[in-house]
Antibody
Framework: QVQLQESGPGLVKPSQTLSLTCSVSGDSITSGGYYWSWIRQHPGKGLEWIGYIYYSGSTYYNPSLESRVTISSDTSENQFSLKLSSVTAADTAMYYC???????????WGQGTLVTVSS | QSALTQPPSASGSPGHSVTISCTGTSSDVGAYNYVSWYQQHPGKAPKLMIYEVTKRPSGVPDRFSGSKSDNTASLTVSGLQAEDEADYYCSSYAGNNNLVFGGGTKVTVL
């Protein structure tokens, strides 16, 4: 069974860079065919897809966040990471990592980590 | 891309059915059979209930079913149970590697 676990600071100052890591167990992030995504949920609101890293290492980001987002992977640690630069209070959200096949059906999710942007 | 449109709330009595709509455009829901539905209980991560419009992951009860007509997808929960009370979100592939979610529907079991 695939398990994902997010980790990172719960509090980030405005204008700084938010950095989160998703640790994966039960599968290799280099397994063929899988997309490893970050998704966020603002408090009391709906879901917003941030972007993915494919097993091959290629990435794609939500156009609305593209200028501030970087997703990378560490295959030796079986982890992938999210960096979101120049954060504001509007980036306060629960951040989830998830796995999908093509078509964006997220069968496996992490439990989520709450990130608050505040001075 | 714009978010998919879902009704904010829906309700039904135990044992009855409730259907949630998810309206998009000819560029997302209408163009691809990559519509998914997620159930989210308070404080929990979303759980995949339906994918590729009609498919159920292993372990999801067959009380949950999905369909699509033109630019609108639907999730039907039959034989409502207390544990079905949750928020439900739809999503659709929108082309060019993009994904769009709906705003969510709160289902109440009366």
């Amino acid at each position: 069974q695939v398990q994902l676990q997010e980790s990172g600071p719960g509090l980030v100052k405005p204008s700084q860079t938010l950095s989160l890591t998703c640790s994966v167990s039960g599968d290799s992030i280099t397994s063929g065919g899988y997309y490893w995504s970050w998704i966020r949920q603002h408090p009391g609101k709906g879901l917003e897809w941030i972007g993915y890293i494919y097993y091959s290492g290629s990435t794609y980001y939500n156009p609305s966040l593209e200028s501030r987002v970087t997703i990378s992977s560490d295959t030796s640690e079986n982890q992938f990471s999210l960096k979101l630069s120049s954060v504001t209070a509007a980036d306060t959200a629960m951040y989830y990592c998830a796995r999908s096949l093509w078509g964006y059906a997220f069968h496996f999710w992490g439990q989520g980590t709450l990130v608050t942007v505040s001075s | 891309q714009s978010a998919l449109t879902q009704p904010p709330s829906a309700s039904g009595s135990p044992g009855h059915s409730v259907t949630i709509s998810c309206t998009g455009t000819s560029s997302d829901v209408g163009a691809y059979n990559y519509v998914s539905w997620y159930q989210q209980h308070p404080g929990k991560a979303p759980k995949l209930m339906i994918y590729e419009v009609t498919k159920r992951p292993s372990g999801v009860p067959d009380r949950f079913s999905g369909s699509k007509s033109d630019n609108t997808a639907s999730l039907t929960v039959s034989g409502l149970q207390a544990e079905d009370e949750a928020d439900y979100y739809c999503s659709s592939y929108a082309g060019n590697n993009n994904l769009v979610f709906g705003g969510g529907t709160k289902v109440t079991v009366l």
